[in-house]
């Protein structure tokens, strides 16, 4: 604009000069509003959208450190974080592995490399049959796909029998103390076995400051052809103090027949 004489000094612009509203965001620059722009607390949910979460990377499986995001109520609603392995709600399972056979009839179930010091402990919860009669389920460790077949095993167990006439009788059948296996049934005067189903608890197979004390603990529905079944509540116990030693797999056989058909899975938990 053009003037006579002297040019007047210029003035700056001030905030009173700019009507409200008249800044678009087309005249706003690529990345000009940043972190020391916004104030505190000025950042509500209505400014969020849905892909702030969905448009992560998911993950299928949680580490001890993962993070969440929580209001501490014990600090005003604060926002805080919280790890995975701080979270409570009691044990929590996951499923490791299932096994089902293809009817092939097998002298042993071997199964390396399922326990770990991931959990606390484990269930193994499954079927199996033999494929002949008066054969004995057993178990064992396994330690680097090698059988821990020392005298260390003690169990015992309580039969209960149900014979075709609706007869019951109760037997303590199943005890060993030093043996090289535990036998979680005994199917003595058992005919035309149909099949075993158990549900085993076992904890402690990792090397501990005090020494390893593996632990088992096992209940058994035994069905005969004759409608006759045994069932078993079976404890056993395995110790070997002082040994730097971890168990991280087992094997399940019948004592004098092959495992003809077996479905079973484990499932490791941790206590928090």
């Known amino acids: 604009m053009g003037f006579i004489g002297v040019q007047p000094t210029s003035a700056p612009l001030t905030a009173s000069d700019i009507t409200d509203g008249i800044v678009s965001n087309a005249k706003l620059g690529a990345d000009s509003v940043n972190a020391a722009k916004i104030s505190d607390d000025s950042i509500s949910d209505e400014h969020l959208d849905i892909t702030s979460i969905t448009g ?3 993950i299928t499986s949680l580490a001890d450190t993962d993070k ?3 209001s501490d109520a014990s600090d005003s609603g604060n926002l805080k ?5 701080y979270l409570g709600g009691g044990a929590t399972a996951n499923l490791l592995s299932v096994k089902v056979s293809d009817g092939t009839a097998s002298s042993y179930l071997t199964h390396n490399n399922i326990f770990s010091a991931t959990y606390d402990f484990y269930k193994l919860i499954g079927f199996t049959n033999a494929s002949a009669v008066d054969g004995n389920l057993r178990f064992r ?3 680097g796909g090698s059988e821990i077949n020392g005298s260390y095993y003690r169990n015992v167990g309580q039969g209960v029998n149900l014979d075709s006439s609706g007869s019951e009788s109760h037997t303590l059948n199943v005890t060993r103390f030093n043996d090289s296996k535990f036998d ?3 199917t003595t005067n058992n005919n035309n076995n149909f099949g075993d189903f158990f549900e085993i608890t076992l904890a402690g197979m990792f090397d501990r400051d005090e020494g390893l ?3 088992l603990k ?3 529905n035994q069905f005969r052809s004759n409608s006759n079944y045994r069932q078993y509540q079976v404890g056993g116990f395995y110790g070997n103090q002082g040994a730097n030693e971890n168990y991280d797999g087992f094997r399940l056989w019948y004592s004098n027949a092959n495992v003809q058909y077996y479905s079973y899975a484990v499932y490791g938990f941790k206590k928090w």
């Open 56 to 58: 992560q990377t998911a």
């Open 184 to 186: 979680l049934t005994d």
């Open 141 to 143: 460790w396994l330690s």
């Open 213 to 215: 004390s593996a632990t």
């Open 81 to 85: 974080y919280v790890e995975n392995q």
């Open 218 to 220: 096992a209940s058994i």
């Open 68 to 70: 969440f995001l929580v």
